[in-house]
């Protein structure tokens, strides 16, 4: 079975930086493609950034330049890095894997 536990949300002031993590379990990760999405209030859930299994990486428009996505393949384990953060990336980040979702984590940014 297949689980995505994301961590490393919270409040931060506009300007500053977080990373986080998304643990993953029952899948082979080395070779899985890997996302974050988003959803604020009142909007639908939108894509952060990919990576393949490659370490190809996309990005939204809206986070070029700002985020970065990595992962650890000893690890199992899949980071956003989000720095020069906007009180319009406040939302709950989701780690994905094809059909499979983690529970989220909420991130603020508010001053």
């Known amino acids: 079975q297949v689980q995505l536990v994301e961590s490393g949300g919270g409040l931060v002031q506009p300007g500053g930086s977080l990373r986080l993590s998304c643990a993953a379990s029952?899948?082979?990760?080395?070779?899985?493609?890997m996302g974050w999405y988003r959803q604020a209030p009142g909007k639908e859930r939108e894509s952060v950034a990919t990576?393949?299994?490659?370490?190809?990486?996309t990005y939204a428009d809206s986070v070029k330049g700002r985020f970065t996505v990595s992962r650890d393949n000893a690890k199992n384990t899949l980071y956003l890095q989000m720095n020069s953060l906007k009180p319009e990336d406040t939302a709950i980040y989701y780690c994905?894997?094809?059909?499979?979702w983690g529970q989220g984590t909420q991130v603020t940014v508010s001053s």
């Open positions: 994905n894997h094809w059909r499979y």
């Open positions: 029952g899948l082979i990760f080395s070779i899985a493609t």
């Open positions: 990576i393949t299994s490659d370490g190809s990486t």
